[in-house]
Every structure is written in structure tokens, then in C-alpha cells.
């Protein structure tokens, strides 16, 4: 039927083009000075998403109609090296990718009627949906990708924006600085990835999933790699899952991440960013089924994860970091659920978590309310139920466990202190080396920055 | 061992030194303390003056001091202060006068070159003076226009004289100084006055080509020489004024020298700690120790080995342990620490001072939750705040040692730190030859002043000259705008009662109804509309809380609320209960709700947990999409469903009020001292009706209405509610006290101290929602029959007042169009009500700046766009000893000053006063909010509240003659303080003449109406129609045929 083909082609150019073309005109207008009032904002960005979600609700459809699992809407190759590399842009419509493209319609359309509302008159509001579009348009291209390139491209899109959203404060010191780990944490999940591509091009020779993960609908693919090979992807691949999705070491940056006005958290660290990396895993599962010590591997991570992240969000004591680690914990769970070789309950998982976090942290701010309703209703202060900590018979390790649990289990001191440290004092002593090398040459001081005293108190001070 | 205790040990020679200095110590804590922020749990919103601490000064000076304490600012910018000089907010003629009025005799003194100290210091606020670093300035004057074209303020006039005298003096002197053989003794003349730089400044441009300069050229080498004349001229000038002290925190000091902030290790631990110490449930695990006090936590936590592998904590546990095992107390630990870091005795106050304020919210708060226990859940011991010092000021002694080390490779002692750092950073603080220079090179040219004018002046005139410009300081600048942007105010609030007040209309007649509001500012257009509306009805304004200070818990209530002012500390307690055969029906749905509610906070806390997170997410998770997209899309519909569910479970609409005493055993609320005796309710009653002026006269129906807001995802729903109450909804007070009025027994000890009830008066009690602009009225079951057509009339009035008070209201919303009907206008208060995006409910107390206590007959017909809050009082019914008139004013003045202080410190600077923007806001502990991720607890009000407010000191215009509020000042500190400081400002209106005279400086002056007539309108509506701005006051006459134009100002 080629005539489905046809249609299904132009619905997936909708659901990836819409965004593209939301991204474009916010950006662009932004670029040029002339920012869109709020209200055409808003009704732009509603028309955008309702085409994206109606365009792959429709996909999802004729899927269901014509009994079609595996949909390729392949864009061409955009840099050819004949027998060396080819640069393909393809989309792959699937049971993964379908559900999670409209769960990010879904869930980003919903927070953009949201947003719309409660960034009214925010001196940021053309910035937030500028990287709002930026972010959507992130999230459905890593969805839908059907090569490593294209995955990456969407992810690298999720990753900036998120970031600048958590920075959205820039007047305010705490935002950025978080910010930058973030940042950090996201450079190494993707410096993980293109790794991960390189080998995935040595390996089969180019970035198409289906060549990698053998031929197959999702979940079913066999894929023609050696135990050995799919162990190295597998690793990296999981050390950028780990980075994205907040897997210990990493958990730290969610919660930092709380930087951002209230619909950015809920929906992107809360509910679609953090999921990703557990996504990618779904992505590669067929590396997984291979691999008996990758799939220990992911196992493990998820599981010491999710016990981490319920010990740490037992003691918060802010809302959003609560919510935070309880996101962090079911992703863990989701994380260890793949490992043990789960395809459907992982992807359900998944979307049933995004939906529910997402109005939590919606309603966060409510929280006073509702606890005063709870408390109403039951007729009494609330029960403070069951502390996991509580069980513990000795004083010491509870005394102990709680300040490791306070104190996010040290993660972020460890990599502090064990990762960025090294790897400053590393580059420092870099630094020392070329400074005695181009002294030499230069017979004397050779750097004139060396002289300027830099200056770091406030510049203008109250008279 | 013995060595290490002994160094560290305070060297106290016996035992009287020792408590002496732990004595001095205390009370420097305690002096420090005051500097915290004094608000309570967010649930119990307590509006006060965010300066309180400083109330004993002047209010310039006292903010002066706050600025430089907080390093926030006391008063909004000068360019927006110049900005509504443009816009005509401010008039530059009452700019000249309070400057004028400021300065006194000494405005007239001349000042070389620049005519008057007047003059000069207007020319200072008329155009924007800019300073900066001297190297940015270098770079402006070198690479910017600065030395090319005339600033763009100057006026035409100004620029003119400047390049014609320049040119007249170059040709004159400049050049013929270079030229002796014409003119030998006038060459000789110049010649000393015209230094070498003029000189090469005119061969630069080409001196012999002179007659061909283009005007560019003049108008360059005019500047050119003018900056050259000015950085002369105050090149050997001393320095005039004393610079601010500098910092003296050793992390201060660290942050300027080496751009490491030692804040950001201790910050990060503490917040975290203090805020699990604090918390009243909402992480699941309570934290251990907790009970036996900060310290004893701390040490408990953080003594344990194979702790965090931070560095700069290296060798804290075993710190710790030395000061459990030598039982060294938290104020002995803060000794130790003070000499550790080196700071004499002489410098305590300051230096606690400035280390309780890098979190001072959530000192604060430990500091509130200590002093008032009993508006907690879990309070802490006493001396929490004193721990919580010692901790912070060991921390810091970690934190920066570590700092110093790392950054700057110091290893010396940290007593020897800060003459360290002075030492690295060296004093830079005096301004430079440039910015002097700049200052008096920008004044020149708005005045035109030339160089060789400045160029003749001699040093003496210089030092004037100079003097005079450092002196009037952006800040002082700021203080006389501020002076001129009240007055602009004062003088219409001033004006607006001096006309519409003295024409006697007394009291209605034969009044519909009469209804009673609080005295809250939000009430005003309500009650204007009302009476618009049905003009034969009678409006009065008391404190919200109706006499009545008690505890209440409604039938479906955990917890008794305190209903009172926050002074108050209640002493009975009223409960709602089910009567009437529901009792059955009641205790089935109280056993619902509380299945119910138990299942829900199972399922809140489950989704929070592992294995029934998982659970519940995986299987139900995806139906959370139909709340969600319900309640964002459809905020009305989802709330109406949930409304039309929540009817099965709640209580009967039948319940009572069990206010009266009864005798049981014992006292409290659970052991059943309940209510009011019958003399308590009469003195209650009394009061309630003398302090309004409303002893006779009344109508067959009274109405009293409490009041209240709800909205959602709103942390500061309670700064919406009563103030009066103690941020609860006030409507439980009004409904008992029309209870208690109704009680003939009552009416009874009414009449035999005087107060004639008539038998056919009711009165219904209600509340008036503000948010969603509803009323609701209690008891309605008990209104005889013979009353129901008036109730129902009333209520219609009500409705339609309602209406046109949304309507009123939706003018300041910017999301709400300005061509909506009343009926649509309903309508998108009670969405914005509903709605979880909605950042602005409703605008509070926003605008207020207005405060007035007297007869509503002067105030009736004025259209006070719901600036004023309205107090009623008679004085013609007061005592000799105005004893009536001291109690309502010892409520209104905390109330309404702390109110309006609260709104005008959180609105000059949001971030500093306030809570910033609430976007970011994160629910702490269930006690208040931080920014984002974890930060300071943020005190003060968020930039969606005060956004549209005008930050001024609220004027109280009180209907009493000078000599008594003189006596009330005088008997009253609280009152005679905030009048005499000038922290609100004050005017009265003789109860007989009607004359309104003003404070100022001691004593009152009579005031003088500067408009000799007030707009008019035929109604509120035809009067702000289409305008989103402040309006200008007017008067409403139904008669007046036709709205003059509105004003915005």
C-alpha cells in the first residue's frame, strides 16, 4: 500500500517538524529582536505540539489498523564517505518510540499550558519557551532516532536546554553553578555516547540501530554482535545512561536541577529527561540480551540506585528534592527491571512514572494545603509512617546512615574530591609545563595575564 | 593532651572573669539576634515591619543603617524614581520643595559657579549622574563618546553656552597666551592660569587652524579641556567623605582577596542540617538526636569517623569530640571560636551580627520556632539559636582555614588571617582622581558650566564644590525622591479629605442593612460598591477578628486554629458542631473522610517510596494525565467536579457554634473549657460595637462579614487571609459574634451598659471570600421568617456588589482583558482562584498606602481605589481620655504599619527584603520557602505580590483633635514611636471643624488643600473604566452627570 507509506511518511515529518518549526520561529524571532508577545507565543506553541501529538496519535493508529511494528521514515544521508561512513538521518517509529513521542506531547504540552500561564509577565518568559521549544524538539528527536547520530543530536538538544533552564536565574549565583555541574555530568554522559558511536562504527560500519541491533521489530531484534563487542557498547552506552537519567554516581545533579522555575523541573528533570537514559537502555536492549554481565551490570547500577535514592529522599526535607530522589528511585527500578530482561513492563513503568511525577511536581507548591486537607480529614497530625532508618537497632549506623542519607550519600563530594580535583590538578600542572616551556623561549615572563591582578569584590557598592 | 586543651582553652583567670565575658558574649548574641527576620511558620502568615529592629531610629536613618547592615536598599533605584519624574508621578516642583524643606536655611548658601546648594543639588536629580571603577571609567572617557559629544541630558540651551564660551575662551585667552607679542600682559595673565595641558590639548586639534574647527570640533575640544580643567581641579583635593567600614568577616575578606567563597562549604552543610533540624514532617525519618537539641545533633552526626570526604571538614569529628568530652557549652564553643578567629571583644556585636545574616532566614526561624513554640508542630528547645551560632562560627573556622590554604597557601594561625588579607588587598576604598573628576564633568555639562569658569576656581572653591556633590550621594538622592514620590501621594490623600470630608451627611436613615467588613484595604471597594449600589445601606470597618480572640476548630477541622491578632494569646476555646439529628450522618462521613484521607496520605507518601512506588507508578501512573491535563486546562470544570465529589464527604451544612462556657473539669481544649461565659461574650459584644461608633441606630438586619482567601499552589495562601486573625480566614469570628448579639441575654447586659438592641434587630454572620469574591453567610437556619425578604434583598445587593468588586479588581490584571463584563469578570476570579499556574491569585494588600480611622460619613462618596484601610470610629462616643480610640490605634498600627512596611520593604528590594520571584520557590520543612534547589529560607513578600505596589509610608488620617493624639503618642511607646520616627506618616481631622492638620516634626500644622476641587463621577465603575494604573481619588456622585477624564496620578 503505498499510499499508507505516503501518509505515514508525511505524519512523521509532522510529529519531527513541528517542534522544529516552533524551535525556529521562537529562535529565530528571539535572534532578531522581535520577540513574540506572550500570547502568540503560547497560541503558537499550542498549535505546534496539538499537530505533533495528533500526528503521532495517528501514527500510533494506522500502526494498530494495519498491523505494522516498525516504521522507518528515513530523511537520506547527509555526508557520504563512500566505504567509510555515511551520515544518515533517520526516524523509526515503533512500540518504543511511538509511546514515548506522544508521552513527550503529551506531557510538554500540558506544561506549556502551564508554563504559559505561570511565567506571565516573567522578564524570561520568551527565553523559557524558546528552550522549552529547543527541549521538545530534543526529546521527540531522541524518541523517534533510528541512528546513533540522530540520537545524539536530540540528546545533545535536551542536554543545552535543560541546562539553561536550570540556569534560568542567571542574576542569582546558586542557578549557574549548578547549572555547570550539570553541564559537567551531561558532558561526560556525552562524551560516553559519541564513544559509544565510534565504536558502534567500527563495529558495523555505520550508526544505524537496525545494522547494529540486528533486524527485528522492537523488542525482538537479534542482533549479530559477539558478547564481547556488545559488552563494550553496552558499558559505555550505560555510563551515558547513567549520566542522563541521575544513576548513582550521578544521582546529585537532579536535585540541583530544582534551579529552574517550577514547569521546567516538573517536566523535564521530574518527568522526560531523566527517563532517557533508561530509554537508550530499552533502545540497545537487544546489546543487553547478548551480554549476561552488561545486563548484571544495568541490574546492579538500577538497584544500588534505587536504594540509594529512597535512603536519600527519606530525610529530605525540601519538597522538590524529595520528589527529585523519588523520581531518581523509580528510574533506578525501572533501570534494574531492564537488566532482568523486562521489554513492556519497563516501557509502562516509565511512562505511568513521567505522568504521576509530573503532577506532583506541578502540585508542589501546594503541598501546605494538601497536607492541611490530609490532616483535616483524618482528624490529626499525619503519621510520620514507617522511617526506613528506624529499623536499624544500632545507634551508631543510624546515627551514621542518616547523615550519609542527608548528605546524599557523599556523591557529590566523592566525585569532587576523586574526579574533579585529579582532573584539575592534572590540567594545573599542564598549565605549569607550557608556562616553563614558552618562558624558556621567550627568555623571561611570557604571559601578561600573569600581571593583571584579577578583582572579585562586588564592582558597584551601596553609597 | 592537657597542652592542646589549655591553647585552646579561654584563658579566664578565675571564675567571675569567666561568667563576665560569657555575659558580654550573650548579650552581643542577643543583639545580633534582633537583626533576624522575625517571620513565623508560612502557614500562619503574620505581616510586620521588615525593619522592626530598627524602629527606635528615624526612618531615613534607619534605613540607612539597614542598607549598609543587609546591604539591600532602602528605596527603589534612581532611575525609577527619575522615571516617574518623567512620567509626572514625581512634580519637580514638590521636588524643589521637600528639598527645599530638607535643606532649610542652609538651601540659599551659594556654591561657587553653581548659583545656590539648591540649585546644585537639583541639577544632581534632574539628570542621571553615572560613576563607576576608575579603569571603566578611563575606558569610557577614552574609547566612548564621552569626550566627543555632549551628554544627550543636557538641554540646548546648556550645550549652546557651553561651546560658545569655550570658543570665546580659546580664542580670548588660550590661544592669545600662546602668542605674547600681541598682547604681552594679557598673554602673561593666562599663561599662569592656562596649564601646559591646555596647551597641547589646542596644538592637538591644530591651534593654528582655529577659525576653520568644525562644530564637532568645538564641541569635542569644549569637552576635552572640561575633563582635562576637572581632573585638575580635584586632583589634590582631601578626601571628604568617610568611606563605609569595610567588611569584617573572615570570608569576606577571603571572597575579595581570592574569589573563593568559604560561605559556599558552610552554607551548603548547614542549610541542609538546620533544615532537617526544623522540620515539622515533611521528610518521612525524623532526624536522630533531634530532641536533645542542635548541638547535641550536630556533635551526634557529625562526630561519627568515616563520615563525608570533604576536605576542608578534615579533623571536624575529632573536634567534635573534644567538646563533647570536655563538656564545653555552646557559649563557651562560640568564646573559643571568637578567639580562635582573632576577633576582640570590642567587635562581638558586629561580627555575630554579620555572621548570623548569610542565613538569616533560616536563623530566623530557628529564633521564631524557639520563642514561639506554640505555633509549631515540633518546637525546639531553647537555645537552639545560640548553638546554632556555635556551630556556624566552628564551621567557619573549618572553612575558612581551608580556603586560606588552598587559595593563598596560608598556614599561619587564623587569628593572624584577616591582618593577612587587609595586608594582601591593601585600601583602595577612597575614590579616585577620575571619579571625582566624572562627577563634576557630567554636572557641568547639564549646566553648561564652561572650562574656564572652572578653570579661574581656586582650590578652596574646588573643596566647596566637591564637597557639596560627594556629600548628596545616590542614597540621599534616593531619600529626597522618595520624600518628593510620597508627597505627590500625601498631598492627593490630604486633599481628596480636606474637600470631601467637611460637609456634615451623618448616618444614613432607616438604613436597609447594615453590614460590617473588616478594616482590611481590599474591603473598601466592596463596601463602596454597596453602598453604590443600595445607597440607603450603612458600612462600617473594624478588626477583622470581631472582638473575639479565641480558638476554633471546625467540624471537619484536625486542629484548633488560633483566630486573634498574633499578640493574643487566646484564652477560650469554640468548637463547630453537628446538631440536629445529623449527628448520625456526620460521625459516617467524618469516619469517610478519615478513610479517606488516610488512603490518600498512604498513596502521597507510597509513590515516594520503592517497592509501592513502583507499584503504584507502573500500574496507575498514566491515570495521574487525567488530573493533570484536567486541572491545567480546565482549572473551573475540575474544580467544580471536585467540588460536587467533596459534597459526599463533607459535614452537614447544619452545624452550631459551641461558644458558650461550660463548667467541666479542668481547662484546655480536650478537657472541655469551651467558650465564653456570658459576661465575657457581653464585654466582647460591648467592645465590639463602641469601637465602631455603632451604639444605636440599627437596622432590623446587620451583617457582619469575616474574611478570607483560598487558591492553590500558593505557599503564601495565608498572607491573603485576615490579618486581623492571625493569617487565618476570619469568618468563624464574624459568625460568633453575630451569634452572641443575637443571644438575648446578651442584648440583656447590652442594655444595662447602655446599648439599646433593638428586639427586632438580627444579625447574620458570613465571610467574604477575596479571592474568588464569594460571601457566604452561617446559620441561616436560625433567621426568623419575618426576616427572610430582607435577608434576600440584602443578599442580592450583595451578590451584585460582588460582581462589580471583581469586576474592579480584574482592572490590575494583566491577563484580564479590560472589556469584561461583571458577570465574566466573576468568572475569572473564581478561575484564577482554582487554577494551579495562576502565580496571582489575587494582589493582597498590594497598593495600600493608606490608613484611616473616623466616621464613614467622611469618607463615604470617595473613591480610595482600594488603597485605604478603613477603621470606624466615633469620636463624639469616646471618652474624655479617648479609651476607646488608644485600643482601636494599639491594633491599626501594628496591623496596617506592619502591613504597608512589610509591602514597601519587600517592594525597593524584592530580593533582599523579599522572597524574590515565587517561581522558583521550593517548600522547606513545611515552614517556609527557598530558592530553587536549597537556599537561605526566603523571608518577606515574593515580586508577584508587591509588583504592582507603590512603595510609600503608609498616611494615617485619624478623626481626633492634636492634643489627644499627642497624649496617645506619649502614652503609647509602639505608636509614639512609629509617628515620631516617621515610619508611617500621620494627619488628623478635627472631629468639629473638620480642618486636617499634618505632622511634622513634633507638632501638627494645619494643612492647606492644594486642588480646590476633587474629580467627579457618576459611579466607580464610569471612573476606572479602561485604566490598569492608579487612579487618582474622586469623589462618586450619583449626580454628577457626566466622568471628567481620570488621571492616572
Redesign the interface.
Known amino acids: 500500500m503505498p499510499d499508507t507509506q505516503q501518509l505515514l511518511f508525511a505524519l512523521g515529518i509532522v510529529v519531527v517538524g513541528s517542534p522544529l518549526l516552533l524551535t525556529c520561529i521562537l529562535g529565530l524571532s528571539s535572534l532578531a529582536s522581535r520577540k513574540l508577545s506572550e500570547e502568540a507565543t503560547t497560541r503558537l506553541g499550542h498549535v505546534t505540539i496539538a499537530c505533533g501529538l495528533a500526528a503521532s496519535i495517528a501514527i500510533l493508529l494506522i500502526m494498530l489498523a494495519v498491523d505494522k511494528r516498525h516504521i522507518v521514515v528515513e530523511l537520506g544521508n547527509w555526508v557520504v564517505i563512500p566505504d567509510e561512513y555515511h551520515f544518515s538521518v533517520k526516524f523509526v517509529f515503533d512500540r518504543l518510540s511511538v509511546p514515548l513521542a506522544i508521552l513527550s506531547y503529551v506531557l510538554s504540552g500540558t506544561i506549556g499550558a502551564f508554563a504559559s500561564q505561570y511565567m506571565h509577565r516573567e522578564p524570561g518568559f520568551n527565553r523559557f519557551f524558546v528552550l522549552y521549544a529547543i527541549f521538545v524538539l530534543g526529546m521527540v528527536v531522541t524518541s523517534l532516532a533510528g541512528t546513533i547520530e540522530t540520537l545524539f543530536t536530540g540528546w545533545e538538544l535536551v542536554g543545552l536546554s535543560s541546562v539553561l533552564l536550570v540556569a534560568f536565574y542567571q542574576e542569582r549565583p546558586a542557578p549557574p553553578r549548578n547549572a555547570l555541574w550539570i553541564w559537567c555530568v551531561y558532558r561526560i554522559s556525552d562524551a560516553a555516547l559519541l564513544l559509544a558511536a565510534v565504536v558502534m562504527h567500527h563495529l558495523s560500519g555505520e550508526g544505524d540501530f537496525d545494522r547494529l541491533l540486528g533486524s527485528g521489530a522492537w523488542p525482538d531484534e537479534v542482533s549479530s554482535l559477539e558478547p564481547r563487542q556488545a559488552l563494550l557498547v553496552g558499558a559505555l552506552l550505560l555510563v551515558a545512561a547513567a549520566g542522563k537519567s541521575g544513576l548513582a554516581p550521578f544521582s546529585g545533579w537532579l536535585p540541583r536541577a530544582m534551579e529552574g522555575p517550577t514547569p521546567s523541573s516538573a517536566v523535564f528533570y521530574g518527568a522526560l529527561s531523566v527517563h532517557l537514559g533508561a530509554f537508550l537502555l530499552l533502545r540497545v536492549s537487544p546489546l543487553l540480551d547478548l551480554s549476561i554481565w552488561l545486563s548484571v551490570a544495568v541490574a546492579t547500577l538500577g538497584l544500588l540506585t534505587a536504594i540509594f535514592a529512597h535512603l536519600a529522599g527519606s530525610v529530605q526535607t525540601d519538597i522538590k528534592s524529595a520528589l527529585s530522589f523519588a523520581s531518581v528511585a523509580q528510574v533506578g527500578v525501572i533501570v534494574t527491571e531492564i537488566g532482568l530482561g523486562f521489554r513492556y513492563l519497563p516501557l509502562f513503568h516509565l511512562l505511568g512514572h513521567a505522568c504521576l511525577r509530573t503532577l506532583q511536581f506541578v502540585r508542589a507548591p501546594t503541598l501546605l494545603q494538601d497536607y492541611g486537607t490530609l490532616e483535616n480529614a483524618i482528624g490529626d497530625r499525619l503519621p510520620r509512617v514507617g522511617a526506613p532508618l528506624g529499623r536499624l537497632g544500632v545507634e551508631r549506623y543510624r546515627l551514621w546512615l542518616y547523615r550519609w542519607s542527608l548528605e546524599r550519600g557523599y556523591l557529590d563530594s566523592l566525585l569532587t574530591e576523586y574526579v574533579v580535583f585529579p582532573f584539575a590538578r592534572a590540567f594545573r600542572w599542564c598549565n605549569r609545563m607550557e608556562r616553563r616551556w614558552t618562558d624558556l623561549l621567550s627568555h623571561g615572563p611570557s604571559r601578561e595575564s600573569d600581571q593583571v591582578q584579577s578583582h572579585f569584590g562586588e564592582f558597584e557598592e551601596l553609597p | 593532651m592537657l597542652e592542646v586543651s589549655r591553647s585552646l582553652k579561654p584563658p579566664f583567670d578565675d571564675e567571675f572573669q569567666r561568667s563576665a565575658a560569657l555575659d558580654q558574649l550573650n548579650a552581643s548574641i542577643e543583639h545580633a539576634s534582633h537583626l533576624l527576620p522575625a517571620q513565623g511558620p508560612?502557614?500562619v502568615f503574620i505581616h510586620h515591619n521588615t525593619l522592626h529592629a530598627f524602629e527606635d531610629l528615624p526612618f531615613p536613618e534607619a534605613v540607612k543603617r539597614a542598607?549598609?547592615v543587609f546591604?539591600c536598599?532602602p528605596y527603589l533605584s534612581e532611575d525609577q524614581y527619575r522615571e516617574a519624574l518623567r512620567s509626572g508621578r514625581i512634580r519637580f516642583a514638590e521636588l524643589k520643595q521637600v528639598l527645599h524643606r530638607d535643606l532649610g536655611e542652609r538651601a540659599d548658601e551659594s556654591i561657587p559657579c553653581f548659583g545656590t546648594r539648591l540649585d546644585l543639588l537639583l541639577a544632581m536629580l534632574h539628570d542621571p549622574l553615572r560613576t563607576?571603577?576608575s579603569e571603566?571609567l578611563v575606558w569610557f572617557v577614552a574609547e566612548a563618546n564621552a569626550l566627543r559629544r555632549i551628554r544627550p541630558e543636557a538641554s540646548a540651551a546648556a550645550r549652546a553656552r557651553l561651546i560658545a564660551e569655550t570658543r570665546r575662551w580659546v580664542i580670548r585667552d588660550l590661544r592669545g597666551g600662546g602668542d605674547p607679542g600681541e598682547a604681552p600682559a594679557r598673554g602673561a595673565k593666562t599663561q599662569a592660569r592656562a596649564p601646559q595641558s591646555l596647551k597641547e590639548l589646542l596644538d592637538r586639534f591644530g591651534g593654528s587652524t582655529i577659525e576653520n574647527w568644525t562644530d564637532d570640533a568645538w564641541e569635542s575640544f569644549a569637552l576635552q579641556s572640561l575633563w582635562r580643567v576637572c581632573c585638575d581641579g580635584v586632583r589634590d583635593l582631601p578626601i571628604f567623605a568617610v568611606p563605609?567600614a569595610g567588611p569584617i568577616r573572615h570570608r569576606d575578606l577571603l571572597?575579595?582577596?581570592?574569589?573563593e567563597d568559604a560561605d559556599l562549604l558552610v552554607n551548603g552543610?548547614l542549610m541542609?542540617?538546620v533544615?532537617?533540624f526544623?522540620?515539622q514532617?515533611?521528610?518521612?525519618?525524623?532526624?536522630?538526636?533531634r530532641n536533645e537539641g542542635f548541638c547535641r545533633a550536630f556533635y551526634?552526626?557529625?562526630g561519627?569517623p568515616?563520615?563525608?570526604?570533604?576536605?576542608w571538614l578534615r579533623g571536624l569529628p575529632e573536634e567534635l569530640r573534644r567538646l563533647t568530652d570536655r563538656r564545653i557549652s555552646p557559649l563557651e564553643s562560640i568564646f573559643e571560636s571568637l578567639e580562635a578567629l582573632g576577633v576582640p571583644s570590642d567587635e562581638w556585636d558586629d561580627f555575630l551580627s554579620a555572621t548570623f545574616l548569610p542565613l538569616r532566614g533560616w536563623g530566623g526561624m530557628l529564633r521564631q520556632i524557639e520563642i514561639r513554640g506554640d505555633r509549631a508542630?515540633h518546637p525546639v528547645p531553647p537555645g537552639s539559636l545560640v548553638e546554632f551560632l556555635a556551630i556556624r562560627l566552628l564551621l567557619d573556622r573549618f572553612a575558612a582555614a581551608h580556603v586560606a590554604r588552598q587559595a593563598m597557601d596560608f598556614k599561619g594561625p587564623l587569628a593572624e588571617l584577616r591582618s593577612a588579607l587587609h595586608e594582601r588587598l591593601g585600601r583602595h576604598r577612597q575614590p579616585t582622581v577620575e571619579q571625582r573628576a566624572f562627577l563634576v564633568f557630567q554636572l557641568a555639562q547639564v549646566v553648561g558650566l564652561s572650562p574656564d569658569m572652572l578653570q579661574r576656581l581656586d582650590q578652596p572653591a574646588w573643596s566647596k564644590i566637591v564637597r557639596e556633590i560627594e556629600a548628596f550621594?545616590?542614597?540621599e538622592r534616593r531619600r529626597v525622591f522618595h520624600m518628593a514620590y510620597e508627597r505627590r501621594l500625601t498631598t492627593q490623600g490630604l486633599d481628596a479629605i480636606s474637600i470631601h470630608a467637611p460637609p456634615r451627611r451623618g448616618r444614613p436613615t432607616a438604613p436597609a442593612f447594615q453590614i460590617a467588613c473588616c478594616l482590611d484595604e481590599r474591603e473598601e471597594s466592596f463596601r463602596r460598591h454597596l453602598e453604590e449600589l443600595a445607597p440607603s445601606v450603612e458600612t462600617f470597618g473594624a478588626a477583622g477578628f470581631y472582638s473575639l480572640a479565641m480558638y476554633y476548630r471546625g467540624a471537619?477541622?484536625?486542629?484548633f486554629t488560633p483566630l486573634c491578632p498574633v499578640i493574643i494569646r487566646p484564652q477560650h476555646w469554640v468548637v463547630e458542631e453537628v446538631g440536629n439529628g445529623h449527628e448520625q450522618a456526620h460521625h459516617r462521613r467524618?469516619k469517610t473522610?478519615?478513610a479517606?484521607?488516610?488512603a490518600?496520605?498512604?498513596l502521597?507518601?507510597g509513590?515516594?517510596?520503592?517497592a509501592s512506588?513502583?507499584v503504584?507508578?507502573?500500574?496507575?501512573?498514566?491515570?495521574?494525565?487525567f488530573?493533570?491535563?484536567a486541572r491545567?486546562?480546565f482549572p473551573r470544570l475540575a474544580a467544580r467536579i471536585r467540588k460536587t465529589l467533596g459534597h459526599i464527604v463533607q459535614p452537614p451544612p447544619v452545624t452550631r457554634l459551641h461558644i458558650e462556657f461550660e463548667e467541666r473539669a479542668g481547662g484546655g481544649p480536650d478537657d472541655g473549657h469551651v467558650g465564653f461565659t456570658v459576661d465575657e461574650m457581653t464585654l466582647a459584644a460591648e467592645r465590639l460595637l463602641r469601637d465602631m461608633g455603632f451604639t444605636s441606630g440599627f437596622a432590623r438586619l446587620v451583617l457582619l462579614l469575616g474574611h478570607g482567601s483560598n487558591s492553590?499552589?500558593?505557599?503564601y495562601?495565608s498572607a491573603y487571609n485576615c490579618g486581623a486573625c492571625g493569617g487565618s480566614a476570619g469568618g468563624p469570628n464574624a459568625r460568633a459574634m453575630a451569634h452572641i448579639l443575637n443571644d438575648t441575654r446578651i442584648r440583656e447586659g447590652l442594655a444595662r451598659r447602655g446599648i439599646e438592641l433593638p428586639s427586632e434587630t438580627v444579625f447574620v454572620g458570613g465571610m467574604h471570600n477575596t479571592c474568588n469574591e464569594t460571601v457566604t453567610f452561617s446559620d441561616l437556619d436560625q433567621l426568623p421568617p419575618s426576616h427572610r425578604e430582607e435577608f434576600q434583598q440584602a443578599q442580592r445587593s450583595i451578590e451584585a456588589a460582588c460582581d462589580r468588586n471583581a469586576h474592579e479588581r480584574c482592572r490590575r490584571f494583566?491577563?484580564a482583558p479590560l472589556t469584561l463584563s461583571f458577570h465574566a469578570a466573576r468568572q475569572h476570579v473564581e478561575g484564577r482562584s482554582e487554577?494551579?499556574?495562576?502565580?496571582?491569585p489575587e494582589l493582597g494588600h498590594a497598593t495600600n498606602a493608606l490608613t484611616i480611622v473616623g466616621r464613614r460619613e467622611w469618607t463615604r462618596g470617595l473613591f480610595l481605589d482600594r488603597r485605604a484601610f478603613l477603621t470606624s470610629y466615633d469620636p463624639t462616643q469616646d471618652d474624655d481620655e479617648q479609651g476607646i480610640l488608644t485600643r482601636i490605634l494599639q491594633a491599626v498600627f501594628p496591623v496596617c504599619a506592619g502591613i504597608n512596611l512589610e509591602y514597601y520593604f519587600s517592594r525597593v528590594d524584592n530580593?533582599g527584603f523579599g522572597s524574590?520571584?515565587k517561581?522558583?520557590?521550593?517548600?522547606?520543612?513545611?515552614l517556609g520557602v527557598?530558592?530553587?534547589?536549597?537556599?537561605d529560607l526566603r523571608t518577606g513578600l515574593p515580586w508577584q505580590m508587591v509588583?504592582i505596589h507603590e512603595p510609600v509610608r503608609s498616611l494615617f488620617i485619624i478623626e481626633t483633635t492634636p492634643e489627644a493624639m499627642l497624649r496617645i503618642m506619649d502614652r503609647n511607646e509602639g505608636i509614639g514611636r512609629l509617628c515620631r520616627n516617621g515610619w508611617i506618616q500621620l494627619a488628623l481631622l478635627h472631629p468639629e471643624s473638620r480642618q486636617v492638620s499634618v505632622f511634622h516634626d513634633g507638632a501638627f500644622e494645619l494643612y492647606e488643600a492644594q486642588a480646590s476641587a476633587l474629580p467627579k463621577a457618576a459611579s466607580s465603575v464610569d471612573w476606572y473604566r479602561g485604566w490598569r494604573d492608579h487612579l487618582e481619588f474622586s469623589q462618586i456622585d450619583a449626580g454628577a452627570d457626566q466622568a471628567s477624564q481620570p488621571n492616572s496620578h
Open positions: 508560612i502557614t542598607a549598609h546591604g536598599n563607576g571603577p571603566e563605609p571572597l575579595e582577596a581570592t574569589g552543610l541542609r542540617f533544615a532537617a526544623l522540620d514532617g515533611l521528610a518521612p525519618s525524623e532526624m536522630p538526636l551526634g552526626l557529625y561519627q568515616a563520615g563525608s570526604p570533604d576536605r508542630v550621594n545616590g542614597l471537619a477541622d484536625a486542629h467524618a473522610r478519615r479517606l484521607g488516610l490518600s496520605h498512604r502521597h507518601r509513590t515516594r517510596t520503592l512506588g513502583a503504584l507508578t507502573g500500574a496507575a501512573g498514566v491515570l495521574a494525565t488530573p493533570l491535563v491545567i486546562l492553590l499552589n500558593n505557599p495562601n494583566m491577563s487554577d494551579l499556574a495562576q502565580t496571582r530580593s524574590g520571584t517561581l522558583p520557590h521550593n517548600l522547606a520543612s513545611l527557598m530558592d530553587g534547589a536549597a537556599s509588583e
